[in-house]
């Protein structure tokens, strides 16, 4: 499970979000702050690279290996790294 931890100005919170991480993998996360976007990199099951986006009012999931050429991905079993052009 993937939970995002963040200050709503009162308090912590945390959200589930509705993802499964590899047990013992790495993932990184980023915000921006032009399009209010949170984006969070985890490595699945299989190995697999994959996005979790808050936009608007929810997540959505994609998975990036299937997707994109792995010279974007890399990853070791534990750390995940992405390399973002768009940004």
Do not use: C, P
């Not at 509705?18 to 921006?32: C, E, K, P, R």
């Not at 974007?72 to 768009?86: K, Q």
Request: charged fraction near 15%.
């Amino acid at each position: 499970m993937v939970v995002r931890l963040h200050f709503n100005g009162q308090g912590w919170l945390n959200q589930d979000l509705g993802v499964t991480a590899a047990s013992g993998s790495g993932l990184t996360s980023y915000f921006i702050s032009v399009n209010n976007s949170s984006h969070v990199y985890y490595l699945d099951a299989n190995q697999n690279t994959n996005e979790a986006v808050f936009a608007g009012a929810m997540w959505y999931s994609l998975n990036l290996t299937q997707v994109y050429s792995k010279e974007y991905i890399y990853l070791d079993g534990r750390a995940v790294a992405i390399e973002n052009r768009r940004y």
